[in-house]
């Protein structure tokens, strides 16, 4: 008879790889199935998973693959600008000014004055269905004064209180604002840099207007000059309108704004001596306004030989009202209606009442 603990230690080892065997086969079919497991990519390809071969109950976590982010499309500056979609008609004013310096020269008539250029609106809105119009403030916010009691550039400026009244009246009424400046003897880089680049980056419907006859050389000849208008004449270069035009068009594209209107006044041939030397740019919008008042044959004649002969891109066109109290005399004879200025042409996409 074979000891006790011999039989005992042969049935126990002979469970033992019983069991080792069955666990072995287990794990081998896990790892057959494993083996025999493919990936592959979900129908929407955002994530991958395993199939085949897993028992029954085993949890799968899928393994995630960053997805494709389609690039924005570059910033447009077309998008909400003002032209050439819209046309616009603007009253004119002088901060501090009188009724003759037009509708626009205190808040009172502006107020006043606002009824009649819905109206007016309404009136070039319906003459050409295709241009909705846009209302807007032509405002000298910076003025031509004798160079004794203003020595640095013959010229003034208000205060920022003053012109964010106008920016509220603006945003109330939902009116663009031409920042319209006469310079005196300040360079145009100086003028923009110093005193508008904040509310032009700050606000779309903020704009830009340069009056030519008012700006004078930062030389002691145009001092001079300036000290004797309006027996003398200012003029502008086109290499200063040109940066006006570079200007604004960077600022649209890099503070993300709609493209800038650029307006510029010319109301004699000596004030824009090298016309021909301005330079468009596709974001910016240049308009070139007939100035000047009196009888229509004069301005329609003045229209054509600044604007039509010679048109950068877009045509302007100035209207003045009567005044009683105007000591200049300064109006239209007669004034033209909105039917008449539709007449011209190219039409005019901006217009301005003083």
């Known amino acids: 008879m074979e000891p006790a603990y011999g039989g005992s230690r042969s049935r126990g080892g002979g469970s033992g790889r019983s069991r080792f065997l069955a666990v072995l086969a287990f794990v081998l079919s896990l790892a057959v199935g494993f083996a025999s497991s493919t990936l592959y990519l979900n129908h929407a390809g955002k994530s991958l998973g395993l199939r085949g071969g897993g028992s029954a109950g085993t949890a799968v976590t899928p393994i995630v693959v960053a997805t494709h982010t389609a690039t924005p499309p570059p910033f447009d500056p077309s998008v909400g600008a003002p032209l050439p979609t819209n046309r616009i008609v603007a ?23 606002l009824p009649t250029f819905q109206q007016l609106g309404k009136q070039y809105a319906a003459l050409d269905p295709t241009h909705p119009v846009q209302l807007g403030l032509d405002l000298v916010v910076n003025v031509l004064q004798p160079c004794y009691a203003f020595p640095q550039w013959c010229a003034s400026w208000p205060d920022d209180a003053t012109i964010q009244a106008y920016i509220t009246f603006c945003k109330q009424h939902n009116l663009l604002l031409f920042f319209d400046v006469q310079l005196g003897t300040e360079p145009v880089a100086d003028a923009v840099t110093k005193h508008l680049d904040q509310y032009l980056e700050k606000y779309p419907f903020a704009e830009l207007a340069l009056d030519t006859e008012f700006h004078f050389p930062n030389t002691p000849q145009g001092y001079a000059d ?29 503070d993300r704004l709609p493209r800038k209107v650029l307006l510029v006044h010319q109301w004699n041939p000596a004030v824009l001596p090298d016309k021909s030397g301005v330079k468009l740019n596709s974001n910016v919008s240049l308009v070139l306004q007939s100035d000047g008042f009196g ?32 000591p200049n005399g300064a109006r239209d004879i007669p004034l033209q209606t909105p039917a008449q200025v539709m007449q011209i042409f190219p039409q005019p996409l901006f217009i301005s009442y003083q």
């Not at 626009?104 to 006043?112: E, I, P, R």
């Open 91 to 113: 009253m004119y004013g002088i901060v501090g000014g009188v009724d003759f310096n037009g509708p626009a020269s205190t808040m009172d008539l502006l107020q006043a004055n």
């Open 295 to 326: 009888g229509v044959p004069g301005k329609l004649g003045d229209y054509q030989v600044f604007v039509q002969s010679a048109l950068w891109q877009y045509g302007g066109y100035k209207l003045f009202f009567t005044y009683q109290d105007d």
């Open 226 to 254: 300036a000290e004797g208008y309006p027996y003398y004449l200012g003029w502008m270069n086109a290499s200063e309108i040109n940066w006006a035009v570079q200007h604004l068009a960077q600022m649209a594209l890099t």
